[in-house]
C-alpha cells in the first residue's frame, strides 16, 4: 500500500517511520511512504505557504495554489479551472478536527485502497476551497485540537498499516487488537480573492466585523449540526443560535 503524505514538515516523519514495525513493513516493500514537502510546490523567493484570513482574526491560514499543485502533481490529476468537486479515485484525506472521528472500522475501510493521499494541515486552517475542491475525506483522531496534521497522520499509516497482510506476522494478530465551546469551527478563506472559480464570500470582504461575526458563528453552528450533532448537546447556546438550528432542522 502506498502512502503519499503532503505536509509543511517533513522532518517529523523519518524517526518514527523508521522503527519498529513500519520500518521492517517497509523493508519488505508491505507499505510505501512518500513524504512530499508543499513548500517545494510555492514559485516565490520565500516559498510562501500561508496568508492572513480574510475579514480577520487570529492566526494564518494555509493558501490553495502549493497545496492544489502538489497534490495533483503527485497523484496525476488533471489540473480543471473550475472543478465541480474533489475529481480523483484515490482518496485524498484531509487531517482535521472537523472530520470524522478515526476508528478501526475507518481504517479498515481505508486498507481496501491501494494508494491514498494524506494532507497536513498547519497554522489556522486551510483556506476552504481546498476541502471543497481537492479533499474526497476528511479525518480527526478525537475531539482535541493539535498544532498540525502531522501526528494525525503518523496514527493513521500506523493503524492501516497494521491490517495490510503480512505487516504483523501473525495474521490473524489484528484482530486482536481492541478497540473548548463545543462547536466545529467556520470555514476559512484567504488570497486569492478567486480561485478556479470559487469566490471568497462577500461578507468576509464587506469589513463589517458584526456581519462578519454573525456569519462565522451561522456557519459554526451549521457545521456542527451538519457534522457533529451530539456536540450541540453540550455547546454553550444563546436563544439567537437556538433559533439558528430550529430553522436548520426545516430547512
Partial sequence: ????????????????????????????????????????????????????????????????????????????????????????NIPIILLTPQGRVFNQTIAAEISQHPRIALICGRYEGIDERIR?????????????????????????????ARLLPDVLGDPTGAEDDSHAMGLLEYPHYTRPPEFRGSKVPDVLLSGDHAKIDKWRREQALERTFRK????????????EDLKFIESLRHS
Fill in 132 to 160: 471543497e475542491g481537492l479533499v474526497t475525506d476528511e479525518i480527526s483522531i478525537g475531539d482535541y485540537v493539535l498544532t498540525g496534521g502531522e501526528l494525525p497522520a503518523l496514527i493513521v499509516i500506523d493503524a492501516v
Fill in 1 to 88: 500500500m502506498q502512502f503519499e503524505v503532503f505536509t509543511l514538515l517533513p522532518e517529523i516523519f523519518p524517526s518514527y517511520l523508521e522503527t519498529s514495525i513500519l520500518k521492517r513493513a517497509r523493508e519488505r516493500e508491505l507499505i510505501d511512504v512518500r513524504i512530499h514537502n508543499i513548500r517545494d510546490y510555492t514559485h516565490d523567493r520565500h516559498h510562501t505557504t500561508d496568508d492572513l484570513p480574510y475579514g480577520g482574526g487570529g492566526g494564518m491560514v494555509m493558501k490553495p495554489e502549493p497545496v492544489f499543485e502538489a497534490v495533483e502533481s503527485v497523484l496525476g490529476l488533471v489540473s480543471l479551472q473550475t472543478p465541480p468537486g474533489p475529481v480523483s
Fill in 228 to 239: 457533529r450533532p451530539d456536540m450541540l448537546e453540550k455547546a454553550e447556546l444563546t436563544k
